[in-house]
């Protein structure tokens, strides 16, 4: 699938620390909640984040997790303010462990977003193939992304994401269209369970690669997540020249993505660090050399012929000895 990309060749676009109604981008070097009262009222189409999942990392302060929600709470109270009425947030998370206890963070946060007035539309799986390895349960594989609406009146942009019909010449068999094709030429909607754009949405999963140590996209960000993530949902849920706004922009991934595709961005971001990484990260783009996963592209598949991919001799021995020794023993 290939997706237009809006880029000034002739010189970056200026990023602004503020707000203003006249701006492109928008970086905030600072607390959320200082950001979010220069917005005003009913001015984001699309709010999309990955907020801290309150793991004790270098970027955040450990609480409990009754604290951390209350005070999310709080932020997400604004960002309904500041949704426009046909707008949506993604609230893309994982996995809360403490004690070897695994709080699923989707099902904490869904009371307040529905007592705030959200309306749930969707929630979204995100399969990536590596991460952290445990030993006392099965190793996490997924996350989620929560869809909630603030109103019935939604944008919402199905063509750019259509996926082709499994069955394109399947007829209606009965009732007054009886015989008439019962698709779509410009193909199918796809279920909410995605796994590559390029291919087919349908089929199980968002199956993107996160980002490790190999992707072309890593930064110093320990849990930063992949600029197509962010592309999917703002090409569904937003127009040319809106404003999307990640409250946690970390080092910049969903700002990219909003601005690849021709809309407004506005992040903010309490570590200096990130805020550097982001800036560079933007300017690279303008000049057309930021590293990107391109959108759609497959997941790769090792083929079985490279040395990383084939059972090293060493556990071939230790698979085999087992073996040996116990028919001895019938012996």
């Keep these: 699938m290939s997706l237009p990309l809006f880029r000034n060749a002739a010189a970056d676009q200026p990023i602004e620390n503020t707000y203003s109604p006249l701006a492109n981008t928008v970086l905030y070097h600072g607390d959320v909640n200082a950001v979010l009262p220069t917005i005003p009222d009913n001015t984001v189409s699309l709010i999309i984040t990955s907020p801290p999942y309150n793991l004790g990392k270098d970027y ?16 997400i109270k604004q960002l309904y303010r500041v949704l426009k009425p046909t707008g949506s947030i993604c609230w893309q998370v994982g996995n809360f462990v403490e004690d070897g206890e695994v709080y699923p963070l989707d099902i904490l946060y869904y009371p307040i977003f529905k007592h705030l007035g959200f309306k749930l539309r969707n929630r979204i799986v995100w399969h990536f193939g590596h991460g952290l390895h445990t030993s006392k349960r099965f190793s996490g594989r997924y996350e989620t992304v929560l869809w909630f609406t603030k109103t019935d009146n939604y944008t919402f942009n199905l063509d750019p994401v259509r996926v082709p019909s499994k069955y394109p010449g399947k007829r209606h068999y009965k009732g007054p269209n009886k015989g008439k094709l019962s698709g779509n030429p410009a193909g199918k909607n796809p279920s909410d369970v995605w796994e590559i754009v390029a291919n087919d949405w349908e089929t199980a999963f968002w199956d993107i690669p996160n980002v490790k140590s190999n992707h072309p996209e890593k930064t110093i960000h320990p849990c930063q997540y992949p600029v197509e993530l962010a592309e999917r949902c703002i090409l569904a849920l937003t127009e040319e020249d809106d404003w999307v706004f990640d409250p946690y922009a970390g080092v910049g991934s969903s700002i990219i993505a909003a601005l690849a595709h021709g809309r407004k961005a506005i992040g903010s971001e309490k570590e ?6 982001t800036t560079e990260r933007i300017h690279d783009f303008y000049n057309g050399t930021l590293k990107l996963r391109p959108i759609g592209k497959p997941v790769y598949e090792p083929t079985g ?3 990383v991919a084939q059972m090293p001799a060493e556990w071939q021995q230790q698979l085999i000895l087992p073996a040996s020794q116990s028919d001895q023993e019938s012996e």
């Design 272 to 277: 200096a660090d990130y805020i550097n990484v």
């Design 60 to 75: 955040e302060d450990r609480t409990s997790i009754d604290d951390y929600l209350r005070f999310q709470e709080g932020v």
């Design 305 to 307: 012929k490279e040395k």
